[in-house]
């Protein structure tokens, strides 16, 4: 681990933040029902991680220098959606035959981080006089 590629990754990081901020802003009026600008970014930074990690392997047709891949993958996916480095995940498993423990997987994330924000917010809410709001701002919750 250099200093270059930390350097790398935190610009990355950096430009998927503010790409992310950038959306989650835009969708802000179709979000009223949905929180379509999460989807969209979990779903684009899905895509993004699946596309550019298959094409640029260092034995494919396209190899990237391990720095690009860095840059993109854990930097800018990283920082514009972890919901991206999760669904690589459960690819690998569903590619690897491990169909259950692509689905514990599924099931474990999504269940464990909605208990995980609720524990959260209950504990914050005792210590905050009973709060019963999260974001003060609806792009918070994007974030």
Do not use: K
């Not at 260092?58 to 991206?84: K, Q």
């Amino acid at each position: 681990m250099s200093f270059t590629t930390c350097l790398v990754v935190m610009i990355g990081g950096a430009l998927g933040t503010l790409t992310r901020y950038a959306l989650s802003v835009l969708t802000l009026p179709i979000s009223r029902e949905l929180p379509w600008g999460t989807i969209a970014i979990n779903v684009t930074g899905s895509f993004l991680i699946g596309l550019f990690g298959t094409l640029t392997l260092a034995h494919g047709r396209y190899p990237v220098p391990e720095n690009l891949r860095l840059f993109v993958m854990i930097g800018l996916c990283g920082g514009y959606t972890t919901f991206s480095s999760f669904s690589l995940q459960t690819l690998d498993l569903l590619r690897s035959g491990e169909v259950i423990r692509a689905g514990i997987n599924v099931v474990a994330s999504v269940v464990l981080c909605v208990a995980a924000v609720s524990v959260g917010h209950l504990a914050a809410a005792r210590l905050n006089l009973g709060a019963t709001q999260i974001a003060q701002m609806s792009i918070e919750e994007d974030g």
